[in-house]
């Protein structure tokens, strides 16, 4: 019983938790960041609901303060492991987390705190964060890891969506800037977003193909599925909040033709995207209804269903005033409640596992001893 009770049971040591310490850890201040901003777009928002996303907002600093620390502990302490990450044909992916994670915390300082200073050099720092990921992440699947397209999936996809997130916290920002600074803000929302949609697409369309070759991925990776979502619903949300942006930026700048053509730009491409993006939710619902049959194996995976739904919540929101069809309201609130009910349940479980201990593995420590020591691939 005591052996039960106690935190960590799972390892020998607690200082074993840090040394199995992963990024995938970051999605969790994903989901619940995205959460919180996702219920404050409520219509006719109570004051309770909105006491409750900023509860949930400030809770989500102190997770991702941790998250970092014991990330960083790892990499102090035992740096001949940590950096395994970059030979591991999964791990590394969920890097791209940890700017995401800084978004939401970024977008927050806006919304709830109206901290622009704060937000827009904290955006700047994840701005880098972003481009690093989104370039040494590929770079090392190109150079050090073994990938084929039947062991793909859309995990994919994740380091590459860094800079989208990252363009649409600059469209939050824009209206709180003047002059050459929003101009600035701007031109560099439209090149972080141009890091990645367009490599996304293409790496959805590689999806499509896999899952009609080898059909659906092992069940310990089913939600990912959802990831699909992130991309496109960030990619239409960065479009839409630029778009409106636009205009009030670049026509003082002597860009009247160029506003006029953003702001339409905004307003279709959200929408084409929000169009497919809703393709693949009904398909990843299918997907999750199937593998349901089979039984859902719970992981930190499973945050998978939090972030990309929150940011295509949070696209259907803004297409709502932009179109002004209502349905897009009404869709929201159904995808709010939705996200919520998922946070909650994925939150439940993964403190119960965080406390027993189990959830704190690095594959990474294993797949080393699999890899050839001159070089750093995989042994046949």
Not at 255 to 276: F, M, Q, R, S
Not at 286 to 301: D, E, H, K, V, W
Request: glycine share 10%.
């Amino acid at each position: 019983m005591k052996h039960i009770l106690r935190p960590f049971a799972h390892h020998s040591h607690p200082a074993d938790v840090i040394r199995n310490f992963t990024p995938n850890w970051f999605t969790v201040t994903m989901g619940t960041g995205v959460l919180a901003l996702a219920l404050n777009q409520l219509p006719a928002t109570s004051p309770l609901v909105h006491e409750l996303a900023i509860l949930l907002w400030g809770a989500n600093i102190g997770l991702f303060a941790l998250c970092t620390l014991l990330y960083a502990a790892r990499w102090l302490l035992y740096p001949r492991e940590a950096v395994l990450i970059f030979t591991h044909p999964v791990m590394p992916m969920f890097l791209g987390a940890i700017p995401m994670g800084l978004a939401t915390i970024v977008n927050g300082l806006v919304v709830f705190a109206g901290q622009t200073g704060l937000a827009l050099a904290l955006w700047q720092v994840d701005a880098v964060l972003a481009a690093v990921i989104g370039l040494a992440v590929p770079y090392a699947m190109f150079t050090r890891q073994q990938h084929s397209i039947e062991s793909m999936t859309a995990v994919w996809l994740l380091p590459i969506v860094a800079c989208e997130v990252t363009a649409a916290s600059a469209g939050l920002l824009i209206p709180h800037l003047a002059g050459l600074a929003a101009l600035r803000l701007l031109i560099a929302g439209y090149v972080f977003w141009a890091l990645s949609v367009p490599l996304a697409l293409g790496v959805l369309v590689i999806l499509f193909l896999r899952l009609a070759l080898h059909k659906l991925p092992r069940r310990d990776m089913a939600v990912s599925s959802w990831l699909a979502l992130g991309p496109l619903g960030t990619g239409a949300l960065g479009l839409l909040v630029l778009g409106r942006d636009a205009p009030a930026v670049l026509t003082p700048a002597g860009l009247g033709d160029a506003a006029v053509a953003a702001h339409g730009l905004g307003l279709i491409g959200g929408l084409v995207l929000w169009a497919y993006g809703a393709w693949w939710l009904v398909m990843a619902v299918a997907i999750t209804l199937s593998y349901l049959r089979q039984g859902l194996p719970f992981n930190m995976g499973w945050w998978g269903f939090t972030f990309p739904l929150g940011v295509f919540t949070l696209a259907t929101y803004a297409l709502a005033p932009q179109t002004g069809l209502a349905i897009f309201t009404s869709l929201g609130v159904v995808f709010t409640a939705a996200l919520a009910t998922f946070w909650v349940i994925v939150m439940v479980r993964t403190c119960i596992g965080g406390y027993k201990g189990h959830l704190f593995t690095s594959p990474c420590l294993t797949h080393s001893q699999t890899l050839s020591p001159e070089t750093g691939l995989l042994k046949s």
